[in-house]
């Protein structure tokens, strides 16, 4: 009953920016944490970014100092601000988030990803 939807991906050049957004829909749910995870092509899936609730955040280390991941509650919304973009960020970036739906246990809830590619 959760639905993630990503957008704002794209093609952009070295040291360019990109603005990722994420809003969860459904009935009955709430969410926990949310984030960022990406994976690309023969890596395994990791994470990027997370946010509680209540803002507390963690990044990777490979991108701190240039990521910012932020949300926006009353839209249930979670969004990844990319800034000096590399190459080596070209990924299929996930959004995430830890959700209860109608009183069941929290789990994890996956979109369907959108594309971010860095090249010259």
């Known amino acids: 009953q959760v639905q993630l939807v990503e957008s704002g991906g794209g093609s952009v050049q070295p040291g360019g920016s990109l603005r990722l957004s994420c809003a969860a829909s459904g009935s009955s749910f709430i969410i926990s944490a949310m984030g960022w995870y990406r994976q690309a092509p023969g890596k395994e899936r990791e994470l990027v970014a997370r946010?509680?609730?209540?803002?507390?955040?963690n990044y990777a280390d490979s991108v701190k100092g240039r990521f910012a991941i932020s949300r926006d509650n009353a839209k249930n919304s979670v969004y990844l601000q990319m800034n000096s973009l590399k190459p080596e960020d070209t990924a299929v970036y996930y959004c995430h988030a830890v959700a209860a739906v109608a009183g069941r246990q929290f789990d994890d809830h996956w979109g369907q990803g959108t594309q971010v590619t860095v090249s010259s």
């Open positions: 946010i509680t609730r209540v803002g507390f955040t």
